[in-house]
């Protein structure tokens, strides 16, 4: 079964430093990963995906993730946090070749950006 | 930008009573999904459908609830006799595809507060 797990439930960066998220995954088939991003009181938005093209994903607002099958992550970063990025970010896994249409989510990260 | 959206926004019902969350999706989309995320926990897929009946659903859905699209355009969930525990933001999602690599999107989500 597939499952995602990302390694920190909270994460503080000053404004201007660079942002690292991480999150494993665990999929039995070529799975398809994205982030999404809550803000407070907002829906879920799509930051970027990876479904077994380039390895190095780019998405909005700068953010971008690296697929790496040996490692089973699939790490965000942006080289320089803004006041804006403050927000709970979800890695999400689902099952390309089994055809699962749910998503499985992270338990999130919550990213407090300081001034 | 078209958007999923869910009314209302916030619902506060008392224990055994059926409430019904609306959502209406992106309009050219054809898979429409339900996820609830309790208070502090991680999100949680609840049922997926496609062409006017489920096609997939977790152990989380279980006889309270049921989802209908009852014309062209709402997806309801309805929860036939609440319990406190079904306390939760509710999530709607819609894609245009239904394979795993599909992105999803989500709207804004309803809190549901049983007492």
């Known amino acids: 079964a597939q499952s995602v797990t990302q390694l920190d439930s909270h994460v503080s960066v000053s404004e201007g430093t660079p942002v690292l998220l991480r999150c494993n995954y665990s999929s039995s088939y070529s799975p398809s990963l994205f982030w999404y991003v809550q803000h407070p009181n907002k829906g879920l938005q799509l930051l970027l995906k990876?479904?077994?093209?380039?390895?190095l994903v780019k998405g909005i607002n700068g953010f971008e993730a690296e697929f790496k099958k040996s490692e089973t992550s699939f790490h965000l970063t942006k080289p320089s946090a803004h006041m804006s990025d403050a927000a709970e970010y979800f890695c999400?896994?689902?099952?390309?070749?089994?055809?699962?249409?749910?998503?499985?989510f992270g338990t999130g990260t919550r990213l407090k950006v300081l001034a | 930008e078209p958007e999923v959206t869910q009314t209302p926004s916030h619902q506060v019902t008392q224990m055994g009573q059926e409430v019904i969350l609306r959502c209406v999706p992106i309009s050219n989309h054809l898979y429409f999904y339900w996820y609830r995320q309790i208070l502090g926990q991680k999100v949680e897929f609840l049922v997926s459908?496609?062409?006017?009946?489920?096609?997939?659903k977790s152990e989380i859905f279980d006889d309270q609830f049921s989802v209908e699209r009852p014309d062209g355009s709402n997806f309801t969930l309805k929860i036939r006799s609440t319990k406190l525990e079904d306390s939760a933001m509710y999530f709607c999602?819609?894609?245009?595809?239904?394979?795993?690599?599909?992105?999803?999107?989500f709207g804004p989500g309803t809190r549901l507060t049983v007492t």
């Open positions: 999602a819609s894609s245009l595809l239904g394979a795993g690599g599909s992105e999803q999107y």
């Open positions: 459908f496609y062409n006017n009946e489920i096609s997939e």
């Open positions: 990876y479904t077994s093209a380039a390895t």
């Open positions: 999400v896994v689902s099952d390309l070749a089994s055809g699962t249409y749910k998503y499985i």
